[in-house]
């Protein structure tokens, strides 16, 4: 059974500019959930999709966004990039019911200069 | 919403001997914990999960004890290894996605 997949794995990218970072779950996981994992702050949560919907939200700000497709795959955009927005971000996935596992893709670290 | 905090932040250990990661949490609702750990430059990987209706769980040197009334739960492992040096995250989830602790940097000394 395939892993959770993230692309790209690495991305370089200017201020000012937009990124979308793509997440393909385990085959059969209808849940995908985003990360930014920074040194100082630990694993913080963005959102949660199920079903194409968006079900739980992190706070951060609108110009993070994301979406889930009929397949399960997940994006994840962030326009008008910021320095501070440099990091690991990290996707994973479950089957989508409580108290359930969810496992964790190797992540894309974006750096943004 | 939730909040987990984790303690230490940092923690050495000689090899052999045992270390204990501690976490609390705010929501009472919360009922499922895991515990990750991620190597140097690899992904998260769960070691070992508890549910709100078990009070301790053990898998070989590691285990994991619950206390719903104090809300908190604790990772213990044994007879450490050079391997288990690692940063380990707890995690709490209830009604929402997993709010992580800060994490703890595991070293254990040869």
């Known amino acids: 059974k395939a892993g959770v997949t993230q692309t790209p794995r690495y991305l370089i990218k200017t201020r000012g500019q937009q990124v979308t970072l793509s997440c393909s779950p385990i085959s059969g996981h209808r849940s995908v959930s985003w990360y930014q994992q920074t040194p100082g702050q630990g694993l913080q949560f963005l959102f949660e999709y199920f079903s194409e919907t968006q079900r739980n939200k992190g706070n951060f700000p609108g110009r993070f966004s994301g979406r889930q497709f009929s397949n399960s795959r997940s994006e994840m955009n962030v326009s008008t990039l910021e320095l501070g927005d440099s990091a690991l971000y990290l996707c994973?996935?479950?089957?989508?019911?409580?108290?359930?596992?969810?496992?964790f893709g190797q992540g894309t670290r974006l750096t943004v200069v | 919403g939730e909040n987990v905090e984790q303690h230490p932040s940092t923690l050495s250990v000689q090899e052999g001997d045992s270390a204990v990661i501690k976490c609390t949490y705010s929501?009472?609702?919360?009922?499922?914990f895991p515990w990750y750990k991620q190597e140097l430059g690899k992904r998260p990987q769960l070691i070992i999960d508890?549910?709100?209706?078990?009070g301790e769980k053990k898998d070989q040197r590691i285990a994991v004890t619950l206390n719903k009334t104090a809300k908190h739960f604790s990772l213990h492992i044994t007879e450490t290894q050079p391997e288990d040096s690692a940063v380990y995250f707890c995690?709490?989830?209830?009604?929402?996605?997993?709010?992580f602790g800060s994490g703890t940097r595991l070293q254990v000394q040869p």
């Open positions: 994973a996935s479950s089957i989508g019911q409580p108290n359930t596992e969810a496992f």
């Open positions: 995690a709490a989830t209830g009604r929402r996605a997993l709010t």
């Open positions: 929501d009472s609702a919360s009922n499922y």
């Open positions: 508890i549910r709100s209706n078990v």
